[in-house]
DNA sequence: TTACTTGCAAATCATTTGCATCCAA
DNA sequence: TTGGATGCAAATGATTTGCAAGTAA
C-alpha cells in the first residue's frame, strides 16, 4: 500500500503535481476499495470519514487527474453517475464486467481476452488500439440458480 | 422504411403505447440517420425540422420508450450525453466501436466477434449473456497514416 | 370516450468553475 | 516563496417531472 502510494507520488511529481493530504486520503479510499466501482460521491463520503474538510469539488478534481494519469479508470455504466476504478500496477487494465440484470451485481473477469481481437483490429482496419472496454449484461450463475 | 415504421408500430400497440406524430418523427429520422450516433439533443433539432412544435422532453421521452422495446439502444461514449442507437431488425446489436483518440471519429465493425466468449462465459462462469458491449479506443487508420 | 401523450416550465442531479485562501515543495 | 490546490457557493448542462391540455384508437 505504502509503496504504491509512493509510486503514485512520483508520478504525480514528475508532472508537478503535488501530493496533498486530499489526493493522499482520497488514494488510500480507492486502495481500500479495490474491488468496488466507486462513484465520485461514495469516494467523497468514505474521504469524509478521514479528512472531513474534504470538499466535494476536491474528490472530482482529484479522480479526473488521476484519471488523466491513468492511475484510475473512469468507468460509465448508464446509471447517470462517473465510477472510477483503481488500475493495476502497470496501469494496464485488462478485465471484463459481468453486470447482472436480475440482482444488479457486477463481477469481473480478471483476464484480457481481446488481444487477438485487437491483432485483427491493427491487421484489417489499420486501427491502433490502445485501449478498450468490455462488459457484458445478462444473468448470473446465482440468480440462474434461483430460477 | 414504411415496413419497419409498421413493425414498431405494432410493437408499440401491442404494449397498449401509441404511435404518435412526435414518435413517427422521431422514428423516421432515426432511420435517416442510422449510421450515426445521434444525442437526444441531435434528434429534437432534426425532428424540429419536420415537426416544429415537438419538445425536448418528448424526445428524451420518446428515446427511452424506445430503448425499453429494444428498438434503439443507449450508449455512452464518456462525453457526458446520451446516445442513441437504431438496433436491427432482430433488435439484436452486434457491433464494435473504433473511438480514436486523435480526430474523435467513430467506426463501426459490424460483426460479432464475441460469440466464443459468450460460450466461454456460460460455461465457466455460469453467466448467462444477453447483451454486451465493445468498445476500442486507439488511433484510426485515418490518423496512423497522418503521423 | 378515455387512456396515453404532449409541450412547457420548473425541478433534479451530476459535474464544473470562479475566486479568495491555503500549503507542499 | 510561490504556483499549484482547496473549499465553498454559484453556474452549467443533461435529463426528468408536474400539470393542464391534446389526441390516437
Chains 1, 2 share one sequence.
Not at 486502495?31 to 470538499?55: N, Q, T
Not at 484480457?112 to 481481437?117: E, F, I, Y
Request: glycine share 4%; aromatic share 6%.
Amino acid at each position: 500500500m505504502e509503496a504504491r502510494i509512493e509510486k503514485i507520488k512520483q508520478q504525480l511529481q514528475s508532472q508537478g503535481y503535488k501530493l496533498t493530504l486530499q489526493r493522499e486520503a482520497t488514494l488510500r479510499v480507492l486502495l481500500e476499495h479495490e474491488a468496488d466501482h466507486l462513484s465520485a460521491e461514495d469516494v467523497f463520503l468514505l474521504v469524509k470519514e478521514k479528512a472531513p474538510e474534504i470538499g466535494l469539488a476536491t474528490v472530482y478534481r482529484t479522480l479526473e487527474l488521476l484519471s488523466e494519469l491513468h492511475v484510475v479508470e473512469k468507468l460509465n455504466f448508464g446509471d447517470g453517475v462517473a465510477r472510477y476504478d483503481l488500475r493495476n500496477d502497470n496501469n494496464q487494465h485488462h478485465h471484463h464486467h459481468l453486470i447482472c440484470i436480475k440482482c444488479g451485481s457486477m463481477d469481473e473477469v480478471k483476464e484480457d481476452w481481446l488481444l487477438p481481437l485487437e491483432e485483427k483490429l491493427a491487421v484489417e482496419y489499420g486501427f491502433t488500439v490502445i485501449d478498450h472496454r468490455l462488459d457484458f449484461q445478462g444473468i448470473c450463475a446465482a440468480c440462474n440458480k434461483l430460477e
